[in-house]
Protein backbone atom coordinates (compact mmCIF):
# COMPACT_ATOMS: atom_id res chain seq x y z
CA UNK A 1 0.00 0.00 0.00
CA UNK A 2 1.53 3.27 -1.11
CA UNK A 3 1.09 6.75 1.30
CA UNK A 4 -1.86 8.80 0.70
CA UNK A 5 -2.12 11.88 -0.51
CA UNK A 6 -3.02 15.24 1.44
CA UNK A 7 -2.33 18.57 1.31
CA UNK A 8 0.81 19.52 2.82
CA UNK A 9 2.21 23.21 3.66
CA UNK A 10 4.79 22.99 0.60
CA UNK A 11 1.31 22.51 -1.53
CA UNK A 12 0.11 24.88 -0.17
CA UNK A 13 1.80 28.08 -1.37
CA UNK A 14 1.66 26.31 -4.65
CA UNK A 15 -1.62 25.71 -4.83
CA UNK A 16 -2.69 28.98 -3.67
CA UNK A 17 -1.11 30.23 -6.49
CA UNK A 18 -2.55 28.03 -9.24
CA UNK A 19 -5.39 29.21 -7.49
CA UNK A 20 -4.60 32.95 -8.05
CA UNK A 21 -3.86 32.48 -11.98
CA UNK A 22 -7.14 30.52 -12.21
CA UNK A 23 -9.47 33.18 -10.34
CA UNK A 24 -7.74 36.45 -11.59
CA UNK A 25 -8.14 39.65 -10.39
CA UNK A 26 -12.20 39.30 -9.69
CA UNK A 27 -12.58 43.21 -10.83
CA UNK A 28 -11.14 42.57 -14.19
CA UNK A 29 -13.49 39.81 -14.98
CA UNK A 30 -15.61 41.24 -18.06
CA UNK A 31 -19.23 42.46 -17.98
CA UNK A 32 -21.57 39.48 -19.91
CA UNK A 33 -22.88 40.81 -22.63
CA UNK A 34 -26.22 39.44 -23.67
CA UNK A 35 -26.21 39.27 -27.20
CA UNK A 36 -22.88 37.51 -27.15
CA UNK A 37 -24.09 34.05 -27.19
CA UNK A 38 -27.11 34.45 -29.49
CA UNK A 39 -24.84 36.45 -31.97
CA UNK A 40 -22.04 33.84 -32.47
CA UNK A 41 -24.84 31.03 -32.33
CA UNK A 42 -26.49 33.12 -35.01
CA UNK A 43 -22.93 33.25 -37.07
CA UNK A 44 -22.45 29.66 -36.96
CA UNK A 45 -25.77 28.91 -38.50
CA UNK A 46 -25.04 31.30 -41.31
CA UNK A 47 -21.70 29.76 -41.93
CA UNK A 48 -22.76 26.86 -41.84
CA UNK A 49 -25.59 26.51 -43.88
CA UNK A 50 -24.37 25.59 -46.98
CA UNK A 51 -22.41 23.15 -45.94
CA UNK A 52 -26.06 21.93 -43.63
CA UNK A 53 -27.90 22.00 -46.98
CA UNK A 54 -25.40 19.66 -48.72
CA UNK A 55 -26.11 16.79 -45.83
CA UNK A 56 -28.32 13.98 -47.54
CA UNK A 57 -31.66 13.53 -45.57
CA UNK A 58 -31.92 10.55 -43.14
CA UNK A 59 -27.96 11.24 -42.15
CA UNK A 60 -27.56 11.41 -38.55
CA UNK A 61 -26.21 14.68 -36.80
CA UNK A 62 -22.61 15.73 -37.34
CA UNK A 63 -20.44 15.51 -34.24
CA UNK A 64 -17.98 18.16 -33.68
CA UNK A 65 -15.36 17.20 -31.29
CA UNK A 66 -12.24 18.12 -30.10
CA UNK A 67 -10.65 15.12 -31.93
CA UNK A 68 -12.37 15.33 -34.39
CA UNK A 69 -11.92 19.19 -35.52
CA UNK A 70 -8.32 18.09 -34.79
CA UNK A 71 -8.11 15.63 -37.16
CA UNK A 72 -9.86 16.77 -39.97
CA UNK A 73 -8.85 20.20 -39.96
CA UNK A 74 -4.92 18.38 -40.53
CA UNK A 75 -5.95 16.14 -43.53
CA UNK A 76 -9.74 14.94 -44.39
CA UNK A 77 -8.37 11.67 -45.09
CA UNK A 78 -6.46 11.19 -42.03
CA UNK A 79 -10.19 12.08 -39.84
CA UNK A 80 -11.36 9.41 -42.23
CA UNK A 81 -8.70 6.50 -41.45
CA UNK A 82 -9.06 7.38 -37.68
CA UNK A 83 -12.87 6.95 -37.66
CA UNK A 84 -12.10 3.74 -39.63
CA UNK A 85 -9.32 2.42 -36.94
CA UNK A 86 -10.92 -0.06 -34.51
CA UNK A 87 -10.76 1.68 -30.77
CA UNK A 88 -7.34 0.52 -29.32
CA UNK A 89 -6.36 1.59 -26.25
CA UNK A 90 -2.77 2.44 -25.88
CA UNK A 91 -1.01 2.70 -22.56
CA UNK A 92 -1.15 7.08 -23.09
CA UNK A 93 -4.48 6.24 -23.55
CA UNK A 94 -4.96 4.14 -19.90
CA UNK A 95 -2.78 6.92 -18.18
CA UNK A 96 -4.80 9.74 -19.94
CA UNK A 97 -8.01 8.41 -18.18
CA UNK A 98 -6.61 6.55 -14.72
CA UNK A 99 -5.05 10.67 -14.03
CA UNK A 100 -8.21 12.11 -14.83
CA UNK A 101 -10.32 9.83 -12.41
CA UNK A 102 -7.80 10.78 -9.62
CA UNK A 103 -8.07 14.86 -10.97
CA UNK A 104 -11.62 14.48 -10.23
CA UNK A 105 -11.26 12.91 -7.16
CA UNK A 106 -8.72 15.73 -5.67
CA UNK A 107 -10.85 18.06 -6.80
CA UNK A 108 -14.63 16.41 -5.09
CA UNK A 109 -12.75 14.98 -1.95
CA UNK A 110 -9.38 16.58 -1.42
CA UNK A 111 -7.72 13.19 -1.00
CA UNK A 112 -6.66 10.22 -2.20
CA UNK A 113 -5.24 7.07 -0.78
CA UNK A 114 -3.23 4.68 -3.16
CA UNK A 115 -3.01 6.30 -5.70
CA UNK A 116 -3.80 2.76 -8.23
CA UNK A 117 -6.29 1.44 -6.09
CA UNK A 118 -8.38 4.55 -5.81
CA UNK A 119 -8.46 5.27 -10.10
CA UNK A 120 -9.01 1.58 -10.87
CA UNK A 121 -12.05 1.48 -8.36
CA UNK A 122 -13.32 4.49 -10.00
CA UNK A 123 -12.98 2.70 -13.33
CA UNK A 124 -14.97 -0.56 -12.09
CA UNK A 125 -18.10 1.79 -11.52
CA UNK A 126 -17.83 4.48 -14.58
CA UNK A 127 -18.34 3.91 -18.24
CA UNK A 128 -16.66 1.06 -19.92
CA UNK A 129 -14.48 2.50 -22.87
CA UNK A 130 -12.13 -0.94 -22.32
CA UNK A 131 -9.89 1.25 -20.26
CA UNK A 132 -10.35 -1.09 -17.38
CA UNK A 133 -9.91 -4.33 -19.65
CA UNK A 134 -6.60 -3.23 -20.79
CA UNK A 135 -5.40 -2.67 -17.23
CA UNK A 136 -6.88 -5.98 -16.19
CA UNK A 137 -4.69 -7.69 -18.89
CA UNK A 138 -1.35 -5.54 -18.69
CA UNK A 139 1.45 -7.96 -17.54
CA UNK A 140 2.49 -7.38 -14.14
CA UNK A 141 5.70 -5.82 -14.82
CA UNK A 142 4.14 -3.13 -18.04
CA UNK A 143 1.20 -2.61 -14.91
CA UNK A 144 3.96 -2.01 -12.23
CA UNK A 145 5.46 0.76 -14.48
CA UNK A 146 1.90 2.60 -15.12
CA UNK A 147 0.83 2.54 -11.60
CA UNK A 148 4.30 3.93 -10.91
CA UNK A 149 3.49 6.78 -13.39
CA UNK A 150 -0.17 7.28 -12.25
CA UNK A 151 1.32 7.38 -9.02
CA UNK A 152 3.60 10.46 -10.10
CA UNK A 153 0.87 12.27 -11.82
CA UNK A 154 -1.56 11.83 -8.64
CA UNK A 155 1.57 13.16 -6.18
CA UNK A 156 1.70 16.02 -9.12
CA UNK A 157 -1.59 17.21 -8.80
CA UNK A 158 -1.82 16.77 -5.16
CA UNK A 159 0.99 19.32 -4.56
CA UNK A 160 -0.49 21.91 -7.24
CA UNK A 161 -3.65 21.97 -6.40
CA UNK A 162 -5.38 23.07 -3.17
CA UNK A 163 -8.95 22.03 -2.21
CA UNK A 164 -11.21 24.55 -3.38
CA UNK A 165 -13.42 25.58 -1.49
CA UNK A 166 -17.82 24.86 -1.99
CA UNK A 167 -18.09 28.66 -3.17
CA UNK A 168 -16.37 27.63 -6.06
CA UNK A 169 -18.76 25.47 -7.67
CA UNK A 170 -16.69 22.69 -9.34
CA UNK A 171 -18.32 20.45 -11.70
CA UNK A 172 -15.98 17.41 -13.15
CA UNK A 173 -16.66 15.92 -16.70
CA UNK A 174 -19.52 18.69 -17.62
CA UNK A 175 -21.01 17.78 -20.97
CA UNK A 176 -21.23 20.03 -23.27
CA UNK A 177 -23.32 19.26 -26.48
CA UNK A 178 -24.61 22.30 -28.40
CA UNK A 179 -27.23 21.58 -31.42
CA UNK A 180 -26.96 23.85 -34.44
CA UNK A 181 -28.96 24.22 -37.55
CA UNK A 182 -31.70 22.53 -35.89
CA UNK A 183 -29.50 19.41 -34.46
CA UNK A 184 -28.07 17.96 -37.34
CA UNK A 185 -25.09 19.36 -36.08
CA UNK A 186 -23.58 19.23 -32.50
CA UNK A 187 -20.90 20.64 -30.83
CA UNK A 188 -19.46 18.37 -27.91
CA UNK A 189 -17.20 18.07 -25.60
CA UNK A 190 -16.35 16.79 -21.69
CA UNK A 191 -15.00 19.72 -19.64
CA UNK A 192 -12.71 18.15 -17.04
CA UNK A 193 -13.44 20.97 -14.24
CA UNK A 194 -15.50 23.93 -14.47
CA UNK A 195 -15.55 26.77 -11.85
CA UNK A 196 -16.55 29.71 -10.69
CA UNK A 197 -20.16 30.21 -10.05
CA UNK A 198 -22.14 30.71 -13.16
CA UNK A 199 -23.27 34.64 -13.19
CA UNK A 200 -25.49 36.71 -15.16
CA UNK A 201 -23.32 39.95 -14.82
CA UNK A 202 -19.92 38.96 -14.80
CA UNK A 203 -18.01 36.35 -16.30
CA UNK A 204 -17.06 34.17 -13.56
CA UNK A 205 -16.76 30.36 -14.90
CA UNK A 206 -13.06 29.13 -15.28
CA UNK A 207 -12.18 25.71 -17.73
CA UNK A 208 -9.40 23.77 -16.94
CA UNK A 209 -8.59 21.16 -19.26
CA UNK A 210 -6.35 18.23 -17.68
CA UNK A 211 -3.36 16.56 -19.81
CA UNK A 212 -1.15 13.94 -18.74
CA UNK A 213 0.46 13.63 -22.20
CA UNK A 214 3.06 15.92 -24.00
CA UNK A 215 2.31 19.76 -24.58
CA UNK A 216 0.48 20.04 -27.94
CA UNK A 217 -0.47 22.93 -30.30
CA UNK A 218 -3.62 21.43 -30.08
CA UNK A 219 -4.24 21.70 -26.67
CA UNK A 220 -5.23 25.83 -26.99
CA UNK A 221 -7.56 24.87 -29.49
CA UNK A 222 -9.00 22.22 -27.46
CA UNK A 223 -9.88 24.94 -24.54
CA UNK A 224 -10.68 27.28 -26.73
CA UNK A 225 -13.54 25.45 -28.36
CA UNK A 226 -14.72 24.55 -24.93
CA UNK A 227 -14.52 28.47 -24.43
CA UNK A 228 -16.85 28.69 -27.29
CA UNK A 229 -19.31 25.78 -26.21
CA UNK A 230 -19.83 27.27 -22.62
CA UNK A 231 -20.68 30.63 -24.22
CA UNK A 232 -23.56 29.08 -26.63
CA UNK A 233 -24.85 26.85 -23.68
CA UNK A 234 -24.75 28.96 -20.38
CA UNK A 235 -25.30 32.22 -22.17
CA UNK A 236 -22.26 34.01 -20.42
CA UNK A 237 -18.39 33.00 -21.68
CA UNK A 238 -16.11 31.64 -19.26
CA UNK A 239 -13.61 34.22 -18.41
CA UNK A 240 -11.15 32.02 -18.26
CA UNK A 241 -9.02 28.54 -20.15
CA UNK A 242 -6.49 26.80 -18.36
CA UNK A 243 -4.67 23.48 -19.35
CA UNK A 244 -2.64 21.85 -16.81
CA UNK A 245 -0.14 18.75 -17.55
CA UNK A 246 0.23 16.48 -14.71
CA UNK A 247 3.65 15.52 -15.72
CA UNK A 248 5.33 18.71 -14.53
CA UNK A 249 2.70 20.16 -12.61
CA UNK A 250 2.91 23.49 -15.26
CA UNK A 251 -0.43 24.95 -15.89
CA UNK A 252 -1.38 27.24 -18.96
CA UNK A 253 -3.66 29.89 -17.93
CA UNK A 254 -6.02 32.41 -20.78
CA UNK A 255 -8.10 34.91 -20.61
CA UNK A 256 -11.32 34.78 -22.96
CA UNK A 257 -11.86 37.69 -24.72
CA UNK A 258 -13.82 37.86 -28.00
CA UNK A 259 -10.27 37.21 -30.10
CA UNK A 260 -10.72 33.76 -27.96
CA UNK A 261 -14.09 32.82 -29.00
CA UNK A 262 -13.77 34.04 -32.78
CA UNK A 263 -10.99 31.98 -33.35
CA UNK A 264 -12.64 29.31 -31.61
CA UNK A 265 -15.81 30.08 -34.24
CA UNK A 266 -13.72 30.21 -37.80
CA UNK A 267 -11.92 26.95 -36.51
CA UNK A 268 -15.14 25.28 -35.95
CA UNK A 269 -16.47 26.79 -39.13
CA UNK A 270 -13.69 25.70 -41.07
CA UNK A 271 -13.81 21.78 -39.42
CA UNK A 272 -17.40 21.68 -39.70
CA UNK A 273 -17.51 22.14 -42.88
CA UNK A 274 -15.07 19.65 -43.70
CA UNK A 275 -16.93 17.14 -41.25
CA UNK A 276 -19.91 17.53 -43.68
CA UNK A 277 -18.28 17.16 -46.69
CA UNK A 278 -17.39 14.21 -45.47
CA UNK A 279 -20.64 13.00 -44.08
CA UNK A 280 -21.87 13.92 -47.46
CA UNK A 281 -19.87 11.09 -48.80
CA UNK A 282 -17.41 13.73 -50.52
CA UNK A 283 -13.85 12.35 -51.90
CA UNK A 284 -11.69 13.35 -49.05
CA UNK A 285 -8.29 15.71 -49.82
CA UNK A 286 -5.20 14.39 -48.90
CA UNK A 287 -3.34 17.12 -47.39
CA UNK A 288 0.40 15.79 -46.44
CA UNK A 289 1.61 17.24 -43.29
CA UNK A 290 4.45 16.52 -40.89
CA UNK A 291 2.09 14.00 -39.44
CA UNK A 292 1.95 11.70 -41.98
CA UNK A 293 4.07 9.15 -40.24
CA UNK A 294 1.49 8.65 -37.50
CA UNK A 295 -1.63 8.06 -39.71
CA UNK A 296 -3.33 4.77 -40.02
CA UNK A 297 -4.05 5.57 -43.77
CA UNK A 298 -0.66 6.08 -44.68
CA UNK A 299 -0.12 2.59 -46.37
CA UNK A 300 -2.48 3.89 -48.84
CA UNK A 301 -1.95 7.25 -49.17
CA UNK A 302 0.54 8.18 -51.88
CA UNK A 303 0.93 11.97 -51.21
CA UNK A 304 1.56 10.96 -47.73
CA UNK A 305 4.09 8.08 -48.15
CA UNK A 306 6.31 10.61 -50.61
CA UNK A 307 5.76 13.21 -47.61
CA UNK A 308 7.46 10.61 -45.05
CA UNK A 309 9.97 9.55 -47.91
CA UNK A 310 10.66 13.35 -48.23
CA UNK A 311 11.12 14.22 -44.33
CA UNK A 312 13.06 11.13 -43.65
CA UNK A 313 15.82 13.05 -46.05
CA UNK A 314 15.55 16.40 -44.30
CA UNK A 315 16.05 14.52 -40.65
CA UNK A 316 13.76 13.34 -38.63
CA UNK A 317 10.33 14.78 -37.18
CA UNK A 318 9.14 14.23 -34.17
CA UNK A 319 5.34 14.36 -33.04
CA UNK A 320 4.85 17.65 -31.56
CA UNK B 1 -25.74 30.04 -1.77
CA UNK B 2 -28.08 31.32 -4.18
CA UNK B 3 -26.26 31.66 -7.53
CA UNK B 4 -27.37 30.98 -11.07
CA UNK B 5 -26.83 30.65 -14.92
CA UNK B 6 -27.45 33.79 -16.68
CA UNK B 7 -31.00 32.12 -18.15
CA UNK B 8 -32.12 30.81 -14.77
CA UNK B 9 -34.32 34.39 -14.07
CA UNK B 10 -35.91 34.00 -17.35
CA UNK B 11 -36.60 30.07 -17.09
CA UNK B 12 -38.11 30.65 -13.56
CA UNK B 13 -40.57 33.32 -15.11
CA UNK B 14 -41.10 30.85 -17.97
CA UNK B 15 -42.01 28.32 -15.32
CA UNK B 16 -44.42 30.87 -12.84
CA UNK B 17 -46.00 32.23 -16.01
CA UNK B 18 -49.84 31.20 -16.06
CA UNK B 19 -51.35 28.44 -18.05
CA UNK B 20 -54.30 27.06 -19.85
CA UNK B 21 -56.07 26.29 -17.11
CA UNK B 22 -57.37 22.79 -17.60
CA UNK B 23 -60.82 22.15 -15.64
CA UNK B 24 -61.94 19.26 -13.53
CA UNK B 25 -64.37 18.27 -16.17
CA UNK B 26 -62.01 18.72 -19.03
CA UNK B 27 -59.25 16.51 -17.09
CA UNK B 28 -61.71 13.48 -16.13
CA UNK B 29 -62.71 13.53 -20.20
CA UNK B 30 -59.13 13.09 -20.81
CA UNK B 31 -58.80 10.43 -18.08
CA UNK B 32 -62.41 8.54 -19.32
CA UNK B 33 -60.82 8.24 -23.05
CA UNK B 34 -57.79 7.46 -22.07
CA UNK B 35 -59.34 4.18 -19.62
CA UNK B 36 -61.16 3.70 -22.96
CA UNK B 37 -58.81 3.30 -25.41
CA UNK B 38 -55.90 1.76 -23.21
CA UNK B 39 -57.32 -1.41 -21.49
CA UNK B 40 -58.61 -3.08 -24.58
CA UNK B 41 -54.63 -3.13 -25.80
CA UNK B 42 -53.25 -4.19 -22.61
CA UNK B 43 -56.03 -7.08 -21.77
CA UNK B 44 -53.93 -8.33 -24.57
CA UNK B 45 -51.20 -9.34 -22.06
CA UNK B 46 -50.74 -12.59 -20.10
CA UNK B 47 -52.72 -12.89 -17.14
CA UNK B 48 -51.10 -11.64 -14.25
CA UNK B 49 -49.06 -9.29 -16.08
CA UNK B 50 -48.98 -5.68 -15.88
CA UNK B 51 -47.75 -3.13 -18.39
CA UNK B 52 -45.57 -0.15 -16.22
CA UNK B 53 -45.71 2.37 -18.78
CA UNK B 54 -42.62 4.96 -17.43
CA UNK B 55 -40.99 7.60 -19.59
CA UNK B 56 -38.29 5.64 -20.40
CA UNK B 57 -40.64 3.34 -21.91
CA UNK B 58 -42.91 6.17 -23.53
CA UNK B 59 -39.69 7.32 -24.89
CA UNK B 60 -38.45 3.95 -25.94
CA UNK B 61 -41.54 3.33 -27.93
CA UNK B 62 -41.66 6.70 -29.30
CA UNK B 63 -38.37 7.39 -30.85
CA UNK B 64 -37.24 3.40 -31.06
CA UNK B 65 -39.90 0.69 -31.04
CA UNK B 66 -37.57 -1.62 -32.41
CA UNK B 67 -35.89 -1.86 -29.49
CA UNK B 68 -38.86 -2.73 -27.08
CA UNK B 69 -38.75 -6.36 -28.83
CA UNK B 70 -35.19 -6.56 -27.65
CA UNK B 71 -34.55 -7.89 -23.97
CA UNK B 72 -33.89 -5.45 -20.97
CA UNK B 73 -30.20 -4.93 -19.29
CA UNK B 74 -30.58 -5.38 -15.75
CA UNK B 75 -30.32 -2.73 -13.48
CA UNK B 76 -26.43 -1.75 -12.15
CA UNK B 77 -26.04 0.81 -9.80
CA UNK B 78 -23.28 3.35 -10.89
CA UNK B 79 -22.33 6.94 -10.43
CA UNK B 80 -24.73 7.76 -13.61
CA UNK B 81 -27.57 5.86 -12.47
CA UNK B 82 -27.36 7.46 -8.65
CA UNK B 83 -26.45 11.08 -9.36
CA UNK B 84 -30.09 12.03 -9.72
CA UNK B 85 -31.13 10.68 -6.60
CA UNK B 86 -28.25 12.31 -5.35
CA UNK B 87 -28.71 14.84 -6.75
CA UNK B 88 -32.22 16.08 -5.98
CA UNK B 89 -31.57 15.16 -1.97
CA UNK B 90 -28.50 17.51 -2.19
CA UNK B 91 -30.33 20.22 -4.17
CA UNK B 92 -33.27 19.85 -1.43
CA UNK B 93 -30.08 20.25 1.64
CA UNK B 94 -29.37 23.44 -0.50
CA UNK B 95 -33.01 24.56 -0.29
CA UNK B 96 -33.84 24.31 3.23
CA UNK B 97 -30.34 25.40 4.70
CA UNK B 98 -28.81 28.70 3.32
CA UNK B 99 -25.19 28.81 2.39
CA UNK B 100 -24.89 25.01 1.56
CA UNK B 101 -23.07 24.50 -1.61
CA UNK B 102 -23.98 21.29 -4.01
CA UNK B 103 -20.52 19.79 -3.20
CA UNK B 104 -21.50 19.97 0.31
CA UNK B 105 -24.95 18.91 0.51
CA UNK B 106 -23.84 15.71 -1.78
CA UNK B 107 -20.66 14.89 0.55
CA UNK B 108 -23.56 14.97 3.52
CA UNK B 109 -26.11 13.08 1.35
CA UNK B 110 -23.56 10.40 0.47
CA UNK B 111 -22.62 10.24 4.71
CA UNK B 112 -25.93 10.23 6.18
CA UNK B 113 -26.97 7.23 3.29
CA UNK B 114 -23.80 5.21 3.92
CA UNK B 115 -24.39 5.71 8.24
CA UNK B 116 -28.34 5.06 7.56
CA UNK B 117 -27.35 1.73 5.71
CA UNK B 118 -24.95 0.95 8.53
CA UNK B 119 -27.52 1.55 10.68
CA UNK B 120 -29.76 -0.67 8.67
CA UNK B 121 -27.70 -3.95 9.06
CA UNK B 122 -27.89 -3.13 12.25
CA UNK B 123 -31.30 -2.47 13.53
CA UNK B 124 -34.34 -1.64 11.41
CA UNK B 125 -34.29 1.96 11.40
CA UNK B 126 -34.41 4.57 9.34
CA UNK B 127 -34.52 2.87 5.92
CA UNK B 128 -31.94 3.95 3.74
CA UNK B 129 -31.95 5.49 0.43
CA UNK B 130 -32.31 3.08 -2.64
CA UNK B 131 -28.69 3.67 -3.72
CA UNK B 132 -26.75 3.63 0.06
CA UNK B 133 -25.99 -0.33 0.52
CA UNK B 134 -24.27 -0.23 -3.09
CA UNK B 135 -22.70 3.12 -2.06
CA UNK B 136 -21.80 2.11 1.27
CA UNK B 137 -19.41 -1.17 0.14
CA UNK B 138 -17.33 0.74 -2.49
CA UNK B 139 -14.27 1.92 -2.14
CA UNK B 140 -12.94 5.22 -1.53
CA UNK B 141 -11.91 5.77 -5.74
CA UNK B 142 -15.12 4.85 -6.47
CA UNK B 143 -17.34 6.55 -3.51
CA UNK B 144 -14.97 9.59 -4.66
CA UNK B 145 -16.58 9.10 -8.42
CA UNK B 146 -20.36 9.13 -7.28
CA UNK B 147 -19.61 12.22 -5.58
CA UNK B 148 -18.25 13.95 -8.33
CA UNK B 149 -21.16 12.40 -10.74
CA UNK B 150 -23.66 13.76 -8.10
CA UNK B 151 -21.80 17.28 -7.38
CA UNK B 152 -21.77 18.07 -11.22
CA UNK B 153 -25.62 17.12 -11.48
CA UNK B 154 -26.72 19.10 -8.07
CA UNK B 155 -25.03 22.06 -9.58
CA UNK B 156 -26.21 22.17 -12.66
CA UNK B 157 -29.95 21.57 -11.15
CA UNK B 158 -28.97 24.47 -8.74
CA UNK B 159 -27.79 27.29 -10.75
CA UNK B 160 -30.62 26.58 -13.54
CA UNK B 161 -33.50 28.27 -11.04
CA UNK B 162 -34.03 31.53 -9.74
CA UNK B 163 -35.05 29.50 -5.91
CA UNK B 164 -35.57 32.78 -3.80
CA UNK B 165 -38.79 33.70 -6.79
CA UNK B 166 -39.82 30.42 -6.50
CA UNK B 167 -43.04 30.41 -4.23
CA UNK B 168 -42.67 27.90 -1.02
CA UNK B 169 -43.54 25.42 -0.79
CA UNK B 170 -40.89 24.15 -3.34
CA UNK B 171 -40.78 20.53 -3.73
CA UNK B 172 -37.53 18.52 -4.75
CA UNK B 173 -37.38 14.78 -5.86
CA UNK B 174 -41.18 14.27 -5.04
CA UNK B 175 -42.54 10.99 -5.32
CA UNK B 176 -42.80 9.67 -8.95
CA UNK B 177 -46.67 9.58 -9.78
CA UNK B 178 -48.27 6.41 -10.07
CA UNK B 179 -51.87 6.03 -12.30
CA UNK B 180 -53.59 2.97 -12.41
CA UNK B 181 -56.69 3.37 -14.20
CA UNK B 182 -59.40 1.36 -12.87
CA UNK B 183 -59.81 -2.64 -13.88
CA UNK B 184 -57.00 -2.05 -16.52
CA UNK B 185 -53.68 -3.89 -16.41
CA UNK B 186 -51.64 -0.52 -17.13
CA UNK B 187 -49.27 1.82 -14.79
CA UNK B 188 -48.59 5.43 -16.03
CA UNK B 189 -45.67 6.35 -13.83
CA UNK B 190 -44.23 10.31 -13.92
CA UNK B 191 -41.56 12.04 -12.19
CA UNK B 192 -40.47 15.81 -12.43
CA UNK B 193 -37.51 17.07 -10.23
CA UNK B 194 -39.08 20.31 -8.98
CA UNK B 195 -42.39 20.65 -8.20
CA UNK B 196 -44.40 25.04 -7.27
CA UNK B 197 -47.13 25.88 -6.19
CA UNK B 198 -48.39 28.53 -8.63
CA UNK B 199 -51.56 31.01 -8.88
CA UNK B 200 -52.66 28.54 -11.50
CA UNK B 201 -51.93 25.09 -9.00
CA UNK B 202 -48.54 23.81 -9.80
CA UNK B 203 -45.69 23.80 -12.38
CA UNK B 204 -42.70 21.14 -12.56
CA UNK B 205 -39.38 21.01 -13.59
CA UNK B 206 -38.04 17.99 -15.43
CA UNK B 207 -34.28 17.61 -16.18
CA UNK B 208 -32.84 15.45 -19.14
CA UNK B 209 -29.66 14.09 -20.70
CA UNK B 210 -28.65 15.24 -24.13
CA UNK B 211 -30.23 17.72 -26.50
CA UNK B 212 -33.93 18.23 -26.85
CA UNK B 213 -35.29 16.84 -30.23
CA UNK B 214 -38.94 16.28 -31.96
CA UNK B 215 -39.57 14.02 -29.45
CA UNK B 216 -39.13 16.40 -26.41
CA UNK B 217 -42.28 17.88 -26.32
CA UNK B 218 -44.03 14.92 -25.86
CA UNK B 219 -41.57 13.75 -22.67
CA UNK B 220 -42.85 16.81 -21.07
CA UNK B 221 -46.39 16.44 -22.41
CA UNK B 222 -46.07 12.69 -20.83
CA UNK B 223 -45.02 13.65 -17.18
CA UNK B 224 -47.85 16.49 -17.27
CA UNK B 225 -50.45 14.21 -18.45
CA UNK B 226 -48.86 11.31 -15.27
CA UNK B 227 -49.02 14.49 -12.83
CA UNK B 228 -52.53 15.91 -13.73
CA UNK B 229 -54.25 12.19 -13.48
CA UNK B 230 -52.73 11.81 -10.20
CA UNK B 231 -53.59 15.12 -9.43
CA UNK B 232 -56.93 15.24 -7.18
CA UNK B 233 -57.85 18.23 -6.42
CA UNK B 234 -54.56 19.91 -7.35
CA UNK B 235 -55.96 19.60 -10.86
CA UNK B 236 -53.17 19.58 -13.84
CA UNK B 237 -49.90 21.71 -13.52
CA UNK B 238 -50.09 24.76 -15.67
CA UNK B 239 -46.81 24.00 -17.52
CA UNK B 240 -43.92 21.65 -17.36
CA UNK B 241 -40.39 22.94 -17.79
CA UNK B 242 -37.45 20.73 -19.10
CA UNK B 243 -34.09 21.38 -19.23
CA UNK B 244 -31.41 20.00 -20.82
CA UNK B 245 -28.28 21.06 -18.73
CA UNK B 246 -25.38 19.81 -21.03
CA UNK B 247 -27.37 21.54 -24.08
CA UNK B 248 -28.19 25.10 -22.12
CA UNK B 249 -32.02 24.38 -23.67
CA UNK B 250 -35.30 24.72 -22.24
CA UNK B 251 -38.37 23.73 -23.29
CA UNK B 252 -41.87 24.64 -22.06
CA UNK B 253 -45.40 22.68 -22.24
CA UNK B 254 -48.17 24.81 -21.30
CA UNK B 255 -50.57 22.23 -20.37
CA UNK B 256 -53.47 22.77 -21.77
CA UNK B 257 -56.46 20.15 -22.38
CA UNK B 258 -55.32 19.18 -26.13
CA UNK B 259 -51.94 18.27 -24.56
CA UNK B 260 -53.40 16.26 -22.38
CA UNK B 261 -55.74 14.80 -24.84
CA UNK B 262 -52.05 14.52 -27.35
CA UNK B 263 -50.13 12.73 -24.57
CA UNK B 264 -53.00 10.12 -23.70
CA UNK B 265 -52.98 8.99 -27.28
CA UNK B 266 -49.63 8.17 -27.66
CA UNK B 267 -49.88 6.18 -23.93
CA UNK B 268 -52.29 4.27 -26.29
CA UNK B 269 -50.16 3.65 -29.04
CA UNK B 270 -46.59 3.96 -26.84
CA UNK B 271 -48.44 1.08 -24.54
CA UNK B 272 -49.50 -0.79 -28.00
CA UNK B 273 -46.30 -0.97 -28.80
CA UNK B 274 -44.59 -2.82 -25.95
CA UNK B 275 -47.72 -5.04 -25.70
CA UNK B 276 -46.75 -6.24 -29.04
CA UNK B 277 -43.47 -6.62 -29.00
CA UNK B 278 -44.34 -8.33 -25.67
CA UNK B 279 -46.07 -10.63 -27.45
CA UNK B 280 -43.76 -10.92 -30.11
CA UNK B 281 -41.15 -12.28 -27.46
CA UNK B 282 -43.20 -14.70 -25.74
CA UNK B 283 -43.60 -16.36 -29.08
CA UNK B 284 -39.58 -17.07 -29.13
CA UNK B 285 -39.28 -17.33 -25.70
CA UNK B 286 -41.11 -18.67 -22.58
CA UNK B 287 -40.52 -16.40 -20.15
CA UNK B 288 -41.88 -13.17 -20.13
CA UNK B 289 -39.78 -10.24 -18.94
CA UNK B 290 -38.80 -6.71 -19.43
CA UNK B 291 -41.92 -3.76 -19.37
CA UNK B 292 -44.20 -6.38 -17.70
CA UNK B 293 -44.33 -7.34 -13.83
CA UNK B 294 -46.42 -9.41 -12.45
CA UNK B 295 -49.76 -8.43 -10.71
CA UNK B 296 -48.98 -6.56 -7.20
CA UNK B 297 -44.90 -6.50 -7.70
S1 LIG C 1 -0.83 9.92 -44.72
FE1 LIG C 1 -0.85 12.14 -44.60
S2 LIG C 1 -1.85 12.82 -46.48
FE2 LIG C 1 -2.26 10.65 -46.28
S3 LIG C 1 -4.19 10.54 -45.22
FE3 LIG C 1 -2.65 10.44 -43.64
S4 LIG C 1 -2.36 12.54 -42.98
FE4 LIG C 1 -3.44 12.61 -44.93
Redesign the interface.
Known amino acids: MRSSLARHPAGRSRGDTLLARLRGDAGSRPA ?1 D ?1 GLAGGLRDWLEDELSEAVAGLPDGTGPVRVTKDALDQVLVCEAHFLSERRQPRQVTTEMARGTLVD ?1 LF ?2 W ?3 G ?1 M ?1 DAW ?6 L ?4 DDGVLGFVEQLAPDARARLAAEVEEHAARIAECWPILA ?2 W ?11 LAG ?1 RI ?1 LAGVVDLAIG ?4 GQASVCIVEVKSGRRRLEHRGDVHLYALLET ?5 PPFRVATFYTADGEIDVEPVGRDVLLGALHRVVAGTTKLCRMAAGAEPDRTPNPLCGWCPGLADCVPGRRQVEDSTHTGPVTRP | MMVRLPRATAVTEELLAAGPAVGAEALSQVRDRLVAAVSPVVADLPAGERLVLDGFRFSTALRHPERCVEGSTPFVPSPATCRRAVGLAAVDRCLRRRGTSPAEAVAEVLRCGAEDAAGAERDAAPRPPWWARWYGGLPAGARAAVAAEATTWATQLWTALDWEALPRPVVVGARDDWWEPPRSRLTVRTRAEVRVRTSDGQALVVVKSGVPDGTSRSELAFVALGASLCSGAAGAPARVVGLWPAAGAVRVVAVSARVLHGAADEVVSASATWVDAHLERADGRSRPEQALSSTGT
Open positions: VPLRQVTTAGEDAVCARVGRPSMARTQERLDVPGRAPSALRSGA
